[in-house]
């Protein structure tokens, strides 16, 4: 084995120069509207990847999200001034303005419930920091329950950067799960820290703990996605639904539509038509996941009939502010 130490610095070339290209650099909020043919694409961010410079951009009617590169697209800089008049009836800039007047209040600012075509739910899971592994049990019971009538399951991942940190292996996992089409994530902002104190007040934890470095909580759960090869959203999750006015404001300035719950499980909330349901899935929470499983159990003929349907949130949020 004379070539063994070549073998080793080879493997350690490859393996030391392929993590550099996946590093995201000069991250920041860029607005920028985009000719594309009869999408209306909005750039929200700006940033280097793979040696390239990249836009995330969204699509102002469908919330779709996509990263295009800047070397082929013709852009025109707007302000957020001109974009909210300009473009005051898409579903995108009408769930902003929504959400702004529903910014003062401690908890579940945002948009709390989808649009009930049928009845179903929209199901957003969280996944705060946790020493405990991912909660299996509810991706595969959506799968048992939903994969012959839905497939992919859509399902919305409420993420935070040190859950990403901290579970390799349950992000491998559900992303073998995408791969494979039995399930479509669309991942929320939940921050990166998710900061929380149980003894202080509401008024001090959580975003609201002076101090915060809103930036780096917001910025670098996205870079943490992107390194990762996901695809942020445009919907964000305030941790513990807790916000006041100033934070809920800096949110939407971000070009991100906070989303609530009008169905916590683990709180007695009960999911109606619509309802954007929310269970904790980061080992925490095993009342809720219980109460999801009875309720899938619950509705398992109706889900067989397609009378009880799971919906994407993006598709749910987009039609509920369509004119």
């Known amino acids: 084995m004379r070539n063994k130490p070549l073998l080793i610095c080879l493997l350690f070339f490859f393996c030391a120069s392929a993590w550099p290209q996946a590093t995201v650099s000069n991250y920041k909020v860029f607005l920028a509207t985009v000719s594309s043919g009869t999408k209306n694409l909005l750039i929200i961010r700006k940033f280097e990847q793979y040696g390239k410079t990249n836009y995330l951009t969204v699509d102002l009617n469908t919330m779709d999200t996509q990263i295009l590169r800047a070397d082929k697209l013709i852009t025109t800089t707007i302000s957020w001034q001109k974009l909210y008049s300009d473009y005051a009836n898409t579903p995108y800039i009408k769930a902003l303005t929504y959400a702004k007047k529903q910014s003062f209040a401690l908890q579940d600012a945002g948009i709390i419930h989808g649009w009930p075509v049928e009845k179903g739910i929209n199901l957003t899971v969280d996944l705060c920091p946790s020493h405990k592994p991912l ?130 499980l683990a709180k007695g909330q009960k999911a109606n038509a619509g309802s954007i349901v929310l269970i904790h899935g980061n080992g925490n929470e095993p009342v809720g996941v219980n109460d999801f499983i009875k309720l899938l159990q619950s509705e398992k003929q109706k889900v067989l ?4 349907l799971l919906y994407d949130l993006k598709e749910s949020i987009s039609e509920e502010f369509k004119e």
């Open 135 to 264: 909660d299996r049990t509810i991706f595969t019971s959506l799968i048992s329950e939903f994969g012959k009538i839905e497939k992919p399951v859509p399902i919305a991942l409420s993420i935070t950067g040190r859950f990403m940190l901290d579970h390799t292996n349950d992000m491998e996992w559900l992303n073998s799960l995408e791969a494979k089409g039995d399930i479509d994530i669309t991942w929320i902002n939940h921050t990166y820290n998710h900061y929380y104190e149980p003894k202080m007040p509401l008024t001090e934890n959580f975003l609201l703990k002076p101090g915060t470095n809103i930036d780096f909580e917001v910025l670098q759960t996205e870079i943490a996605l992107l390194e990762r090869q996901l695809l942020p959203s445009v919907f964000f999750r305030f941790p513990g639904l807790v916000s006041d006015n100033s934070v809920s404001s800096n949110i939407i300035n971000y070009g991100l539509i906070p989303i609530g719950s009008d169905a916590w």
């Open 305 to 308: 009939d397609k009378q009880w």
